[in-house]
């Protein structure tokens, strides 16, 4: 039995690397409207923590039957996933795993609050390392590695203003980025013409006070967001699971393709050859593997972005995502049929989080 825990405000937690951490609302609210997602990879007989089990619930029956109406996913409207509640009780120490959507200092605090054995958890050296790897410095060391014929990006660490300020005078546009942030903060956008860096020198202080440095990379033309979705077994080796087209509106994600892999590359392809595609996932697949062999097992995820000027250009490397992603959640929807295609998104309404699967 594996015990399936969705917690969204990892990447601010990990930021913070504090283990009495209290997440902001948001954070708090979307664990506790989507915190039956899990249930769509999770098997029969493992156990979901939720905050609310009669929401979560009724919110899985709910979208169990769009997912089969839509996608044809017939089986997970059997499945009778085990949600049980973030409330203190004693766990047995024969559960065999705990997947969370990200490890991070405060979930482990909140699990041995539940009466979970610390001997079932990473311990605090093993998770300093999931933090340190993290950082957009393991991007930025893997990104030069990636690079071939076809492709670009530059990435570079800051602990100074007048770093920062030479880059903008080489590259004439950038983007400032927190080491540690979620999903659309932590940016900042400098341009010699219009966003001098005297306008976000306060920012930057403030990060490098707080995080050590700033990373930072020249602006470029973003014609279209996707990325590769991994796994790491921890030993060495690392499991290609599928490309994952998402959508973005100021770095903030908003919504996933839902389609099989062969169509998935079939609109690549109509930016990026898909041999490229397909020698970059075996480099990361082999230096991911030596990256994380003894230091991290679990889903991960690439970003990447197609760039403008034409021929378009593949950056390969935006960020890492040590965690399970959005993109793994989309893989596990895929359908089977390739005319069949989705858009899943996450909105917001009636002060409320929806996952949302709807027909393209």
Same mark, same amino acid.
């Given at each position: 039995?594996?015990?399936?825990? !969705? ?38 007989? *493992?156990?979901?923590?939720?905050? $609310? ?7 899985? &029956? ?33 559960? %065999? ?16 609050? +539940? ?11 093993? =998770? ?45 546009? +950038? ?14 956008? +400098? ?5 001098? !860096? ?19 990379? %020249?602006?470029?033309?973003?014609? #279209?967001?996707?990325?590769?979705? !991994? @796994?790491? /077994?921890? &030993? ?6 599928? =490309? ?13 393709? +839902?389609?099989?892999?062969?169509? #998935? ?9 898909? /041999?490229?595609? *397909?020698?970059?996932?075996? &480099? ?7 990256? @994380?062999?003894? #230091? ?15 021929? !378009? ?22 359908? &089977? /049929? $390739? ?11 009636? #002060? ?9």
């Amino acid at each position: 039995m594996t015990l399936h825990i !969705f917690n969204p405000e990892h990447d601010i937690a990990l930021a913070s690397g504090l283990s009495n951490f209290t997440a902001p609302h948001a954070g708090r609210q979307l664990r506790h409207d989507l915190g039956f997602l899990p249930a769509i990879w999770a098997k029969e007989g *493992d156990a979901i923590l939720v905050d $609310d089990v009669e929401q979560a619930q009724r919110a899985w &029956k709910k979208m169990s039957h769009r997912i089969a109406t839509l996608l044809g996913g017939e089986s997970l409207v059997r499945l009778n996933p085990g949600f049980t509640p973030t409330k203190p009780r004693v766990y047995s120490d024969q559960t %065999p795993s705990i997947e969370p959507w990200g490890w991070n200092s405060a979930l482990r605090a909140q699990l041995i609050r +539940l009466g979970i054995n610390e001997l079932q958890l990473p311990t605090p050296p093993e =998770l300093d390392t999931i933090r340190r790897l993290s950082h957009r410095h393991t991007a930025a060391t893997l990104l030069p590695k990636l690079r071939t014929e076809g492709t670009i990006g530059e990435m570079f660490e800051c602990q100074t203003a007048g770093q920062v300020e030479e880059l903008l005078a080489k590259y004439g546009q +950038l983007v400032m980025k927190a080491p540690w942030s979620s999903s659309g903060r932590g940016l900042r956008f +400098l341009s010699v013409e219009r966003t001098p !860096f005297e306008q976000q020198a306060g920012w930057f202080r403030n990060i490098v006070d707080a995080q050590g440095c700033v990373m930072v990379e %020249p602006y470029y033309n973003k014609v #279209k967001d996707f990325g590769m979705e !991994f @796994f790491s /077994d921890g &030993k060495g080796n690392v499991s290609y699971l599928g =490309l994952s087209l998402f959508h973005t509106a100021n770095g903030a994600y908003t919504g996933n393709i +839902l389609a099989t892999e062969t169509t #998935k590359r079939e609109i690549i392809s109509h930016y990026i050859p898909t /041999d490229l595609l *397909d020698i970059v996932q075996e &480099k990361i697949c082999q230096e991911t593997g030596l990256l @994380f062999n003894g #230091k991290y097992c679990g889903p991960f995820g690439v970003d990447m972005m197609v760039v403008h000027p034409s021929p !378009f250009v593949l950056h390969p490397c935006v960020e890492i995502n040590l965690r399970r992603t959005m993109g793994h959640v989309a893989i596990a929807l895929a359908p &089977k /049929d $390739d005319d069949v295609r989705c858009v899943m998104r996450i909105t917001y309404s009636d #002060k409320s989080y929806r996952l949302t699967i709807s027909r393209l």
